[in-house]
């Protein structure tokens, strides 16, 4: 016995702990959610409620498009053991939109783009845009929700509510991170309104339309998207025709997203006084962190003021 307590004693911290009584054992943890976001500015929104409670688990990384992202095993495992999938919807992680059906319930998803509380607008095309309405049926409405301050304050409360539902415990913690998060997305609102209006961006051109809630918000002046689908390059006829339009249609730039590539808008602007600017609506160069969501939008306001 002499000799067990010789040993423990050159371990004070051990021995300290040997000498307490049960109660005063440090509690273990209390489980909280899992949390998984399909694309980064959800993640961004999700993390600022969950604070240092939780870490919520990030689908898509770096370049992966949510269009055509296809689902990996361990993915799949993630989405499947979740207590909580945040995403837009079909129109957005479109190949998400049948494997979520078996991998995660209607109650352990938030589908936003189903959410009354969304501002929705709707889908355009490729071309110019004259007279497009106001609001959108759900089924055919624009995915880039997140684009637009209002609906990330409203992701907010949405997250902390079914957080706090999810763990009872720190509801109270879960709302408080909502409300700084919300403070810090309305100064950034504020700061963006007096940059474009000091600004003043020219019309423009999207590569596809990602655009069209942070547009209508700031009242930007974008004429009209290249393609469709971001992912088809435009042949040599459709260039000629877009190269021909830019010299009557006043644009002063076109925005585009760098992971779809240039080269070939180098080709459409040749012989221009047209401007190549890139954007990054999701923030895939932005680093993570508790201001990753304001940043995203003044980075994209930045962007876009470019085009004078």
């Given at each position: 016995?002499?000799?067990?307590?010789?040993?423990?004693?050159?371990?004070?911290?051990?021995?300290?702990?040997?000498?307490?009584?049960?109660?005063?054992?440090?509690?273990?943890?209390?489980?909280?959610?899992?949390?998984?976001?399909?694309?980064?500015?959800?993640?961004?929104?999700?993390?600022?409620?969950?604070?240092?409670?939780?870490?919520?688990?990030?689908?898509?990384?770096?370049?992966?498009?949510?269009?055509?992202?296809?689902?990996?095993?361990?993915?799949?495992?993630?989405?499947?053991?979740?207590?909580?999938?945040?995403?837009?919807?079909?129109?957005?992680?479109?190949?998400?939109?049948?494997?979520?059906?078996?991998?995660?319930?209607?109650?352990?998803?938030?589908?936003?783009?189903?959410?009354?509380?969304?501002?929705?607008?709707?889908?355009?095309?490729?071309?110019?845009?004259?007279?497009?309405?106001?609001?959108?049926?759900?089924?055919?409405?624009?995915?880039?929700?997140?684009?637009?301050?209002?609906?990330?304050?409203?992701?907010?409360?949405?997250?902390?509510?079914?957080?706090?539902?999810?763990?009872?415990?720190?509801?109270?913690?879960?709302?408080?991170?909502?409300?700084?998060?919300?403070?810090?997305?309305?100064?950034?609102?504020?700061?963006?309104?007096?940059?474009?209006?000091?600004?003043?961006?020219?019309?423009?051109?999207?590569?596809?339309?990602?655009?069209?809630?942070?547009?209508?918000?700031?009242?930007?002046?974008?004429?009209?998207?290249?393609?469709?689908?971001?992912?088809?390059?435009?042949?040599?006829?459709?260039?000629?025709?877009?190269?021909?339009?830019?010299?009557?249609?006043?644009?002063?730039?076109?925005?585009?997203?760098?992971?779809?590539?240039?080269?070939?808008?180098?080709?459409?602007?040749?012989?221009?006084?047209?401007k190549a600017i890139p954007i990054d609506p999701l923030g895939l160069e932005l680093e993570e962190g508790a201001?990753?969501?304001?940043?995203?939008?003044?980075?994209?306001?930045?962007?876009?003021?470019?085009?004078?």
């Open positions: 016995m002499r000799c067990i307590v010789s040993k423990i004693s050159r371990f004070p911290i051990l021995a300290l702990l040997l000498a307490l009584p049960p109660a005063a054992y440090p509690a273990p943890p209390s489980e909280t959610p899992s949390v998984v976001t399909t694309i980064k500015p959800l993640h961004a929104l999700a993390g600022s409620v969950a604070g240092n409670i939780l870490e919520p688990a990030l689908l898509l990384h770096q370049q992966q498009s949510p269009h055509d992202y296809r689902l990996t095993p361990s993915a799949a495992r993630l989405l499947g053991t979740s207590d909580l999938v945040v995403w837009v919807g079909p129109g957005l992680e479109t190949q998400l939109a049948i494997p979520l059906q078996g991998l995660a319930p209607p109650e352990r998803r938030l589908d936003l783009a189903l959410r009354p509380e969304m501002k929705l607008l709707p889908l355009r095309g490729g071309g110019t845009w004259e007279g497009e309405h106001e609001h959108a049926e759900r089924a055919d409405a624009d995915s880039h929700l997140w684009l637009d301050a209002d609906n990330a304050l409203a992701i907010l409360d949405i997250l902390q509510a079914r957080l706090g539902k999810l763990d009872p415990a720190h509801a109270g913690s879960y709302r408080q991170n909502a409300a700084r998060a919300a403070s810090d997305i309305r100064a950034a609102d504020a700061a963006i309104r007096q940059l474009l209006e000091t600004a003043r961006p020219r019309p423009y051109w999207v590569l596809h339309d990602s655009l069209q809630y942070f547009e209508k918000r700031y009242g930007l002046e974008g004429a009209g998207a290249i393609m469709v689908n971001p992912d088809r390059i435009p042949g040599a006829k459709r260039v000629l025709e877009l190269r021909g339009q830019l010299r009557t249609q006043n644009i002063g730039c076109i925005l585009y997203e760098e992971r779809y590539g240039r080269r070939w808008i180098e080709v459409l602007i040749e012989d221009s006084n047209v201001d990753f969501y304001p940043k995203l939008l003044f980075n994209l306001a930045q962007q876009i003021a470019q085009c004078h």
